[in-house]
Each structure stands twice: as structure tokens, then as C-alpha cells.
């Protein structure tokens, strides 16, 4: 996912494999992940001769956008899906927490 | 007709029980035992509201509910009378809703939850710093764990640079506590019930009481390994990370449950006495089995 997000254009499998640098995959790996990433909606790909171009079907800043939404109880169904630490409380209520932490810190 | 009866009365006792409970203090002294005591009670209503409903339709047979049932179903022979068939099709209505909406409540769930590892492992990294935890870029304030067999914890970009150290040891000992004793798996049956209630507010309050009676369990589970004092400054650092403060009114309750926490890390009153906290669990015990026999009461 990090090659195709910085190369910012469609890219054959092959030219995957060849910009993974670090480790040294057989092309039929690369496929197959590429393969799954586009079944699971992912990647968007089109034909290009006998190949195909794969492309980001978002960028990697809306996933981010997407878990922190989730993360912080944003998108209003407020399941039991994760266990979070705290949340961040609105305005005038910020105040009284503030007021708080400063005490806490002169102890 | 006793046992009809008695369920009836049982869902009765819980229900009001329930309503109790969302008010009052003592729990904050002993979360565990009241957690327990919360899953006692939300468990019995279920099985003596259903239980009242079938013991009224399937007491002329003088059988008890469940061997009742077995004889309606071996036999199929319908209740006589309409009020008692009526009974039994609210009884029957009344289990089905209750057991789909756990069933469908822990599908969502699960689904929610593999989509987020999903995403996890296409753009969270790993930092040395903090092995083990996943780390997101973003600068808003956010930690959190994703329950599962194998629960993962992870925080945000924004917390790494909020948090002092200790304060950031603090937060993953709580995270700890909460992946450990699937705390997650506690809440769900109160939020399925808010889902199909959500205008109850016994179910709201229900649910946010042990929302917040989780969050001291794991908090008294983070206090045993870090000073109490940096998670709690941690817990204020994180309330007032208020540039991602969320928009819904329905977190009203946010500060004061924030400052609840903090005041019982900084100043903990005296912990409720041990005779007393296996009272409570011993009394959930009870109540959670004598539902279950008033099903096999014959009258």
C-alpha cells in the first residue's frame, strides 16, 4: 500500500514488486496481495494490456481520518466495538479538567 | 401460579434495582464487584421477564417452564384459554428479541472490529519507543484498545506528544486491563439493550454506569504498576486535548466522569470492606442462579 500511496499513480504489479526494495518477493506474492487488497475494496485497478494498473481506491490520510473517527467515538454509533482510554470533553467543561490538572501539577 | 408469580416479582426487584443502581456512589469503591452485580442483574430481568410471561401461559399443566415447554413442543398441544396462548407468544417474542439482539450486537461488533484491524495494518507503524502498541499519525489525542483473542492497543501520533512518559506508562497499563479482562465483552449486552431501547433512560444510564465502572477497574488495575498521580494527570491531559473535543451533546456526562476518576486516583477513600465487596458478588451469584430454578418450579 505504501508504494502505491507514494507513487500517486497506477502501477503494474510488476512495478510494485521491483519498488519493494528491502525484501526480495516472488512476483506471484505481490500479485496475490495486490489481488485481496482490491477484492476487499482497497485498490481500484484497470487493464493495461495483459496487465493491470492498481491504484489506491482512498488516500492513506482518509484511513487515518476513518480510524480516528472511530477512535474517538465520532461516528455516533456508540458500539462497544473498542475500549478507549478517555475522551476529550467540549468548551466551558475543558475548564474545570484544566483547572484540575494545574493543581494536580503544583503538588 | 407461585412461580409465576415469584419471576414476575424477580424482574420487578431488578428492574428497580437497575434504576437504583445508576445512582448511587458505593460502586465507585468496589467497580469489580458491582460490574458483577450489573451483569447479575441485567441477566435475571432477561430470564424472569420471559420466565413470568411462559409460567403464567404453561402453568395449567403444572409443569414448570421448562419442562412445560418440552411437553408443548413434544405434545403440541396449545395452552387453553387466550390469554394464556397470548402469554406464550409474548414470552416466546420477548426471548427471540433479547437473544437476536445480543446475536446481532456481537456480529456488528465483530465486523466493526476486523474492518478496524484491517485499516490498522494498512496505516498504523510501529514505534520503538512503545513496543508493542500500534501508533497512528494523527495529531488528535487518542488511546485505545481493539478487543479481541489477540487485543491490540493502540494511540495516536497526538498522544505520544501529549504525554510524558510516566504518563504515557500509565495509559497503557489501563489499556492493559482493559484488553486482559475483556471489558469489552461486559459492556456489550448494555449496549445492545441502549441500541434497541434508546429512549429508555434506566438503559441509558445503565449502560454509562458501567461504562464508567469499567474504566475504574482498569484505572484500580494501572494504579497496582504506575503512581495513581500520572494517570490521572494523563486522564486531564487527555480531557482538555480539547482541539478534537467532539461535537455530540451526548457526552455531557464527559468532564464529570473525567473528574470522578481523577479524584478517586488522587484522593482514594477508604476501600470498601472485603466482607463486604463478596457479599456483593455472593448476592450476584445468588440472584443469577434463582432465576434459572423458578424455570424448573412446577406451580
Given at each position: 500500500m505504501d508504494v502505491l500511496w507514494a507513487e500517486g499513480g497506477p502501477l503494474t504489479a510488476r512495478e510494485v514488486g521491483r519498488l519493494i526494495a528491502d525484501r526480495d518477493l516472488a512476483p506471484t506474492t505481490v500479485m496475490t496481495v495486490l489481488d485481496r487488497l482490491t477484492r476487499k475494496g482497497f485498490l481500484t485497478r484497470v487493464r493495461d494490456g495483459r496487465a493491470w494498473r492498481y491504484e489506491p481506491a482512498a488516500s492513506r490520510d482518509a484511513y487515518i481520518a476513518e480510524l480516528m473517527l472511530e477512535a474517538l467515538e465520532m461516528t455516533g454509533d456508540r458500539s462497544a466495538a473498542l475500549t478507549r482510554f478517555a475522551q476529550a470533553v467540549s468548551g466551558t467543561e475543558a475548564d474545570v479538567l484544566r483547572k484540575a490538572l494545574t493543581e494536580l501539577e503544583e503538588e | 401460579m407461585i412461580a409465576a408469580v415469584a419471576l414476575a416479582a424477580l424482574a420487578a426487584v431488578c428492574a428497580v434495582s437497575a434504576w437504583r443502581m445508576t445512582s448511587v456512589r458505593w460502586t465507585w469503591r468496589a467497580p469489580r464487584a458491582a460490574i458483577a452485580l450489573w451483569q447479575a442483574l441485567g441477566l435475571t430481568w432477561g430470564l424472569a421477564s420471559v420466565g413470568a410471561l411462559l409460567a403464567y401461559a404453561l402453568e395449567p399443566w403444572g409443569r414448570g417452564v421448562i419442562h412445560g415447554l418440552v411437553y408443548l413442543v413434544t405434545h403440541w398441544r396449545e395452552p387453553a384459554g387466550l390469554q394464556r396462548v397470548g402469554a406464550l407468544a409474548a414470552g416466546l417474542a420477548l426471548l427471540t428479541v433479547l437473544l437476536a439482539v445480543?446475536?446481532?450486537?456481537?456480529?456488528?461488533?465483530?465486523?466493526?472490529?476486523?474492518?478496524?484491524?484491517?485499516?490498522?495494518?494498512?496505516?498504523?507503524?510501529?514505534e520503538p519507543a512503545v513496543p508493542g502498541v500500534r501508533?497512528?499519525?494523527?495529531?488528535?489525542?487518542?488511546?485505545?484498545?481493539?478487543p479481541g483473542l489477540k487485543s491490540q492497543v493502540v494511540i495516536s501520533e497526538g498522544t505520544l506528544s501529549l504525554l510524558s512518559r510516566d504518563e504515557l506508562a500509565a495509559v497503557l497499563a489501563h489499556e492493559d486491563a482493559h484488553?486482559?479482562?475483556?471489558?469489552?465483552?461486559?459492556?456489550l449486552p448494555f449496549a445492545a439493550l441502549r441500541w434497541v431501547l434508546p429512549w429508555s433512560k434506566v438503559v441509558r444510564d445503565a449502560h454509562a454506569s458501567v461504562a464508567?465502572?469499567?474504566?475504574?477497574?482498569?484505572?484500580?488495575?494501572?494504579?497496582?504498576?504506575?503512581?495513581?498521580?500520572?494517570?490521572?494527570t494523563a486522564l486531564l491531559r487527555f480531557g482538555t486535548a480539547g482541539a478534537f473535543a467532539t461535537p455530540h451533546g451526548a457526552l455531557g456526562m464527559g468532564a464529570e466522569n473525567v473528574m470522578a476518576r481523577v479524584n478517586?486516583?488522587?484522593k482514594p477513600g477508604p476501600a470498601m470492606r472485603r466482607r463486604y465487596r463478596y457479599g456483593i458478588v455472593a448476592g450476584a451469584a445468588l440472584l443469577t442462579t434463582s432465576a434459572p430454578l423458578l424455570w424448573f418450579l412446577p406451580q
Open positions: - | 445480543v446475536v446481532v450486537a456481537m456480529a456488528q461488533t465483530t465486523q466493526a472490529r476486523r474492518r478496524h484491524r484491517l485499516l490498522l495494518s494498512l496505516v498504523a507503524r510501529d501508533v497512528v499519525d494523527h495529531p488528535g489525542a487518542a488511546a485505545y484498545c481493539v484488553a486482559r479482562e475483556r471489558h469489552d465483552l461486559v459492556l464508567l465502572l469499567v474504566e475504574m477497574a482498569a484505572d484500580d488495575h494501572a494504579r497496582l504498576r504506575v503512581p495513581p498521580k500520572r494517570l490521572a478517586r486516583l488522587v
